[in-house]
């Protein structure tokens, strides 16, 4: 049972257009969702979070954006730059026996274009 | 400041073989996890540890076993490898588990590519 989708495995994107990646979840219990970026042959760093109670959350060139009556968020990158080519992954929390559980997307790989 | 550091970063196995993938961080985080990553999965939670000498389940255990003995390291061990476990690992850590009232970042390591023929 996937709980955290991004249906779309690829996106492409011309260089200083706007990036939109989406990611839906099922689960209701969720409380704090993350943006992580990762690029090849590294480990995943994070990017940018919401809390369920804010419906957007924005830093820089990054923008969250959450909707929790249609369980969707997603992260809008604008304008889009050449180092921002890398695999995005949503993540989805909330504590659970002490400790913060993620639940990941599959990942979502931007090519930005020059 | 290293981070999270993660050793070996690759590794072929035979099944039936058993090794431990071991991650150090140098943050004094208390909570440490172990995560595998497989193509068209995202991450998946194997084990974590809220602190020295604690260890618990996470949403996929089986066929895994951890120790925390120090605080900044956090050891993956499996007994018996098997094809299946043929995956990315990877280790993260965080100063906590979000006790605090802020979500805290979890920091990853770099990943150790397991191969298991």
């Known amino acids: 049972d996937q709980q955290v989708k991004q249906n779309s495995p690829s996106l492409s994107v011309q260089e200083g257009r706007i990036s939109i990646l989406n990611c839906d979840y099922t689960?209701?219990?969720?409380?704090?969702f993350l943006w992580y970026k990762k690029y090849p042959a590294e480990g995943p760093t994070f990017l940018i979070s919401?809390?369920?109670?804010?419906d957007k959350n924005e830093d820089g060139r990054f923008t969250v954006f959450l909707n929790k009556s249609a369980k969707h968020l997603s992260l809008h990158i604008v304008p889009s730059q050449p180092g921002d080519s890398a695999v995005y992954f949503c993540?989805?929390?909330?504590?659970?026996?002490?400790?913060?559980?993620?639940?990941f997307g599959q990942g979502t790989r931007l090519t930005i274009n020059p | 400041n290293a981070g999270v550091t993660q050793t070996p970063k690759f590794r072929v196995l035979k099944t039936g073989q058993s090794m431990t993938l071991l991650c150090a961080q140098d943050?004094?985080?208390?909570?440490m996890y172990w995560y595998r990553q497989d193509p068209g999965m995202g991450l998946r939670l194997i084990h974590y540890?809220?602190?020295?000498?604690?260890?618990a389940k996470g949403e996929v255990p089986d066929g895994y076993n951890v120790s925390r003995l120090k605080k900044q390291n956090f050891l993956l061990g499996l007994e018996s490898a098997a094809p299946s476990q043929t995956s990315v690992y990877f280790c993260?850590?965080?100063?906590?588990?979000?006790?605090?009232?802020?979500?805290?970042?979890?920091?990853f390591g770099p990943g150790t590519r397991l191969t298991v023929l």
């Open positions: 993260a850590s965080s100063y906590s588990g979000g006790l605090a009232g802020d979500r805290d970042t979890q920091y």
């Open positions: 689960n209701s219990m969720f409380d704090y």
């Open positions: 919401i809390s369920s109670i804010k």
């Open positions: 993540a989805a929390t909330r504590m659970f026996q002490g400790a913060q559980k993620l639940v």
């Open positions: 943050m004094n985080h208390e909570y």
């Open positions: 540890s809220v602190g020295e000498g604690t260890t």
